[in-house]
C-alpha cells in the first residue's frame, strides 16, 4: 500500500514538472487554453505536497499502534524493532 502511494507521488513529480513545461511553452507560443495543463498542475502539486505529511502521520507501529515520528528503527513506546 505504501510502495503504491509512494509511485504515485513519483508520478505526480514527473507530471508536475512535464505539465509546467507544456503549460510554459504554450503560454510563450500565445496559447491561453491552458486551463486543463494549470488544474493538472495544481493536482500534482497537492498530492506532492500532502503525501509528506500523510507519511508523517501514518507511520505507525505494528506492534502498539503508536505514531512514529521519527523514522528508527525500534519503535519510542514499545522498543520493539520495525521491520521495513
Ligand atoms: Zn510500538
Do not use: H, Q, T
Not at 3 to 21: C, E, N, S, T
Not at 41 to 61: A, E, H, Q, W
Request: aromatic content about 20%.
Amino acid at each position: 500500500m505504501k510502495k503504491v502511494l509512494f509511485i504515485i507521488w513519483v508520478i505526480a513529480i514527473i507530471v508536475f514538472f512535464i505539465d509546467w513545461g507544456i503549460v510554459g511553452i504554450s503560454f510563450l507560443n500565445g496559447n491561453y487554453e491552458i486551463k486543463a495543463g494549470i488544474y493538472i498542475g495544481l493536482v500534482c502539486f497537492i498530492i506532492i505536497c500532502v503525501y509528506p505529511f500523510y507519511k508523517l502521520f501514518n507511520d505507525r507501529c505494528p506492534y502498539c499502534g503508536k505514531m512514529i515520528l521519527l523514522s528508527g528503527k525500534y519503535c519510542s513506546y514499545c522498543g520493539k524493532e520495525i521491520k521495513k
